[in-house]
């Protein structure tokens, strides 16, 4: 019974009328069975699996790169593996720290200030540079990064590389044409699944990566990320799939590469890549994608293979993505406005630190700017590079 309900529930789902255009099947697209080879094949869902064991592979690849490459650039940069002042032992407020909260209320201050014979602003700088010993060190951060840049950087070329031979990067009608009878070539299947490996990979490795307020919405990302590649391969609209990809990695790299002159120190080589992330981020996501990808994906395709189930799902999730496009661009947009304007903006959301400063024990309510204004009035990124809310959007 239970392999009756199944079956009748594996039937539902691989429903081919919701997956495949009119008068095709299943059948149809069976192909050669094993991994892609050199003869005719087309994608099939049990290719996905193999990002797992390639997803594990990457994150072994990247402890190694980062102890043995990313490490030592870093301390030849002079970048220290020491964090935040530790805070003065005091068994009272760590047991309040950990086993109650690490941000006590108004209340709870003005008690421990009568039990410690404390002043209020020492109890709450006390547990400022508390939270903020756990917090990662820059070195860590740099190396973070440095893996997402090379991997970035590495996998926007490979793309650009083979997309550059690829008869749909140029004509983006040959997306559609005999669609979906398309066969998968051994080069665009590794694309594809190193993709998805890789995303798979930032899924395991969010749970120990640096934690930042916004590891929710990431996680939330990464998985409809993925979510919607595996849906493009199995539906073989992998031609389209690659190029999003590929624009998508465009901007990527240079965020990447901002952070990392930011740790550095290297302030106006991190405004000058920020600054060029945030156009090619904009050019792209608001001028290539709409009028590139959307109109191929809802215009070219309706008129050459017409809509279906599936082709409305896949539609809806990259229209989304065109509005969570207009909105990160809109921020990024309004961060740069601000600084060539004003001088400097609030802090960035996501910072990892929170500042111990004398001075703003005195005025809680100040911000940290992400761009400060140097006495010959050239802006530069300040603290946590601005460009580190735009983390999630390669």
């Given at each position: 019974?239970?392999?009756?309900?199944?079956?009748?529930?594996?039937?539902?789902?691989?429903?081919?009328?919701?997956?495949?255009?009119?008068?095709?099947?299943?059948?149809?697209?069976?192909?050669?069975?094993?991994?892609?080879?050199?003869?005719?094949?087309?994608?099939?869902?049990?290719?996905?699996?193999?990002?797992?064991?390639?997803?594990?592979?990457?994150?072994?690849?990247?402890?190694?790169?980062?102890?043995?490459?990313?490490?030592?650039?870093?301390?030849?940069?002079?970048?220290?593996?020491?964090?935040?002042?530790?805070?003065?032992?005091?068994?009272?407020l760590e047991k309040v720290f950990t086993s109650i909260t690490k941000s006590p209320d108004g209340k709870r201050l003005e008690g421990l200030s009568k039990q410690l014979d404390w002043d209020v602003r020492k109890i709450q700088r006390w547990f400022r540079q508390r939270r903020n010993q756990d917090k990662p060190t820059t070195l860590t951060k740099f190396c973070e990064s440095m893996w997402r840049f090379t991997f970035y950087f590495s996998i926007f070329f490979y793309g650009i590389r083979f997309l550059w031979t690829a008869p749909w990067f140029w004509d983006t009608r040959q997306c559609w044409y005999n669609y979906p009878f398309q066969p998968l070539t051994s080069r665009l299947y590794y694309y594809y699944i190193l993709e998805l490996a890789f995303y798979w990979s930032l899924m395991f490795s969010q749970f120990t990566d640096i934690k930042r307020k916004d590891f929710?919405?990431?996680?939330?990302?990464?998985?409809?990320?993925?979510?919607?590649?595996?849906?493009?391969?199995?539906?073989?609209?992998?031609?389209?799939?690659t190029l999003v990809l590929c624009l998508h990695d465009a901007s990527d790299f240079l965020l990447e590469a901002a952070k990392l002159a930011n740790y550095a120190k290297y302030q106006r080589l991190c405004d000058a890549f920020f600054m060029l992330f945030g156009v090619v981020f904009i050019v792209t996501r608001l001028g290539i994608y709409p009028f590139w990808i959307l109109n191929t994906t809802l215009f070219e395709s309706w008129e050459l293979i017409g809509p279906y189930p599936s082709w409305w799902l896949f539609n809806g999730l990259l229209v989304t993505l065109q509005v969570l496009h207009v909105i990160w661009s809109y921020l990024i947009i309004r961060t740069?406005?601000?600084?060539?304007?004003?001088?400097?903006?609030?802090?960035?959301?996501?910072?990892?630190?929170?500042?111990?400063?004398?001075?703003?024990?005195?005025?809680?309510?100040?911000?940290?700017?992400?761009?400060?204004?140097?006495?010959?009035?050239?802006?530069?990124?300040?603290g946590h590079v601005a460009a580190g809310q735009w983390t999630g959007e390669e």
């Open positions: 019974m239970a392999a009756a309900a199944a079956a009748a529930l594996r039937a539902w789902f691989w429903n081919e009328r919701f997956w495949l255009p009119h008068n095709v099947t299943w059948a149809d697209l069976a192909g050669e069975p094993g991994p892609p080879g050199s003869g005719l094949q087309y994608p099939r869902a049990a290719h996905v699996l193999s990002a797992f064991p390639l997803a594990l592979g990457i994150f072994a690849v990247r402890l190694l790169f980062e102890r043995f490459i990313a490490k030592p650039c870093a301390i030849n940069l002079g970048i220290q593996d020491s964090g935040p002042h530790r805070a003065q032992p005091n068994a009272i929710l919405i990431m996680f939330v990302h990464h998985l409809a990320t993925i979510g919607l590649i595996t849906f493009s391969y199995m539906n073989n609209m992998v031609r389209v799939g740069a406005y601000k600084a060539l304007v004003r001088g400097k903006v609030s802090k960035d959301d996501r910072s990892d630190v929170e500042s111990s400063s004398e001075e703003e024990d005195v005025t809680s309510n100040s911000t940290k700017g992400i761009f400060s204004t140097s006495s010959n009035g050239s802006n530069r990124l300040n």
